[in-house]
T-cell receptor
Framework: AQKITQTQPGMFVQEKEAVTLDCTYD???????LFWYKQPSSGEMIFLIY??????QNATEGRYSLNFQKARKSANLVISASQLGDSAMYFC????????FGTGTRLTIIP | KAGVTQTPRYLIKTRGQQVTLSCSPI?????VSWYQQTPGQGLQFLFE???????NKGNFPGRFSGRQFSNSRSEMNVSTLELGDSALYLC??????????????FGPGTRLTVT
């Protein structure tokens, strides 16, 4: 079984600051994928970034980067230069045959 | 390219009734997965369909069922609705099955309220 842990239920960050959202995972699979999704109040899940377990480099997508530490089973999301539109729920997920999600972190950007 | 669409967006039903939700995947995507999101249980996997066949199933009672058509559109059905079925139901599509790199793209969800 796979398990995702997000220990920050909520975070408040000043606009333009960088923010790190924590995610640890537990899996016995030798090969796995890690995903981050953003869920605004509208409800739609928006794919942000993907990291494969065998990828040599940390994934980056625009202002999003993933701090992947395989030995620690950690896959933290870093958002640089936060914007008001970044306020949302953020979910970390891993996939074997299905996506397993963490409980999420509610990020609020303060002007 | 159009995204994943779900209909209806909002639904109110009474206990004991049944409901059918619809999902149209992104053109070319053959895999459709369904998830239930509630404040108490979070996001939970319901089932996945690929080429009209159910490939994976989550831990939900038999009241929850689904199917996929030849055009990859999918429906999920919940019979004998209970208050606890009130949730946001999310559909996601991907090119291949959920194993592998292919990321899933989600629809806007159907918010079901059972009274």
């Amino acid at each position: 079984a796979q398990k995702i842990t997000q220990t920050q239920p909520g975070m408040f960050v000043q606009e333009k600051e960088a923010v790190t959202l924590d995610c640890t995972y537990d899996t016995s699979d030798p090969s796995y994928g890690l995903f981050w999704y953003k869920q605004p109040s509208s409800g739609e899940m928006i794919f942000l970034i993907y990291q494969g377990s065998y990828d040599q480099q940390n994934a980056t997508e625009g202002r999003y980067s993933l701090n992947f530490q395989k030995a620690r089973k950690s896959a933290n999301l870093v958002i640089s230069a936060s914007q008001l539109g970044d306020s949302a729920m953020y979910f970390c997920a891993t996939r074997n045959e299905k996506l397993t999600f963490g409980t999420g972190t509610r990020l609020t950007i303060i002007p | 390219k159009a995204g994943v669409t779900q209909t209806p967006r909002y639904l109110i039903k009474t206990r004991g009734q049944q409901v059918t939700l619809s999902c149209s995947p992104i053109s070319g995507h053959r895999s459709v997965s369904w998830y239930q999101q509630t404040p108490g249980q979070g996001l939970q996997f319901l089932f996945e369909y690929f080429s009209e066949t159910q490939r994976n199933k989550g831990n939900f009672p038999g009241r929850f069922s689904g199917r996929q058509f030849s055009n990859s559109r999918s429906e999920m059905n919940v019979s004998t609705l209970e208050l606890g079925d009130s949730a946001l139901y999310l559909c996601a599509s991907s090119l291949a099955t959920t194993s592998g790199r292919s990321e899933q793209y989600f629809g806007p969800g159907t918010r079901l309220t059972v009274t």
